[in-house]
C-alpha cells in the first residue's frame, strides 16, 4: 500500500499518529473532515504516504485508536 487514509475521533489521536508516522518515515496529511458521520466525534482524517503497513501495525501495537482507515483508488 502506498497510501492510507486512517480516520480518528479526536485531535489528540491524529497527532499522535502524525507524530508516529512521521518518525517512521512516512509523508503525511492531516485534515479535518467537515461532516463526521456519527460516531466519528470531531472527525480528523490522516493520509499516510508510504511505509503504510509499517504505520498501521505501529498504531494498533501503540493502542494509537482510529475509527477507520481506507486505500483509496
Not at 508510504?50 to 504505520?55: A, C, I, L, R
Request: hydrophobic residues 30%.
Amino acid at each position: 500500500m502506498d497510501k492510507v487514509i486512517f480516520k480518528f475521533n479526536s485531535i489528540t489521536y491524529a497527532i499522535k499518529a502524525k507524530n508516529t508516522a512521521e518518525r517512521l518515515g512516512s509523508k503525511t496529511r492531516m485534515l479535518k473532515n467537515p461532516n463526521p458521520k456519527k460516531g466519528e466525534g470531531c472527525g480528523y482524517s490522516l493520509t499516510v504516504f508510504g511505509n503504510t503497513d509499517k504505520v498501521k501495525d505501529a498504531f494498533d501495537a501503540g493502542k494509537i485508536k482510529y475509527t477507520g482507515y481506507e486505500i483509496p483508488k
